[in-house]
């Protein structure tokens, strides 16, 4: 009868057959798949996998933080923290176009992952979290719809260093499985319970010109939305939830003054694969209070609005 257990000792086996002395590269994102691959390889083959963690700038308050605390500190995994939000953000300058804004992203991303990769002295295998969907989904990639609505960047995805060999130790998973042997491996919930995050980060969620100022500005607003949601028990019933900073600005009042600020989306949703998705049907008095909160507390919005679209006709993210 097969366990979880029981494949995590398979797969560490495998891996370590696999591997041998040869040393492994692994990019991590913050996100479950690759955590868990990442954990589950340094539990195979120890200091001989490195992960490259590369910021971008772009990710939601606190996580690198955490990435770096919880791979380094928590599991001693060797781990690069290359910050390169200067590179990104100063390539993003002025572009508005989402699916430049995607390209740009991705092309950095590969770009700093194998300088990073060439300071190590190379690598003889490039780990992946692929899974088992994913490995579906490109073998049935000629049956699918022949438009790309947009170009997807993450970090399973790198094509990196194309003489490596590829480890993918979670081939044979659904999500729902990588989660659970997450938390067999000791993972904290926080990573392994985590909504779905784009590899292209806040950058598709700040529709125009991304900024760092405007990344940091809709960093609070998520931050205040994500509180009420994990507050109000909510976080695992739904798919994604987040917020979008809107190119616009519009005029409140506060106190005795009028402001003109910027106006905000919250967008949140149920889904079992992101392929479909429903709007998640808040009551108004949770909405309010996250309304009230996010115009008192972050400086520069003085409007929030909620994103009632399902998908289809939109789209989960707004670019
Ligand atoms: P859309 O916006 O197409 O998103 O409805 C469907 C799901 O995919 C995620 N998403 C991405 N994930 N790299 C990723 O790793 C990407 O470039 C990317 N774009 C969208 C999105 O967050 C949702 O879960």
Redesign the pocket.
Known sequence: DWTMGAYRAETIAKIRAQVGKGRVVCGLSGGVDSSVAAVLIHEAIGDQLTCIYVDHGLMRANESEQVVKTFRDRFNIHLVHRDASDLFLGQLSGVTDPEIK?KTIGRLFIEVFEEEQNKLGGADFLAQGTLYPDVIESVSATGGPSVT??S???VGGLPAGMRMQLIEPLRELFKDEVRVLGRELGIPEEIVGRH?????GLA?RIPGDVTREKADLLRKVDTVFLEEIRNAGLYDAIW?AFAVLLPVRTVGVMGDGRTYDQACALRAVTSTD?MTADVYPFDMAFLSRVSNRIVNEVRGINRVTYDITS?PPG???WE
Do not use: D
């Not at 779905?196 to 292209?200: D, E, K, N, S, T």
């Open positions: 995607r609505i947009k997807h960047h993450n779905p995050f784009p590899g292209p598709i994604q992101g998908k789209t989960i993210e």
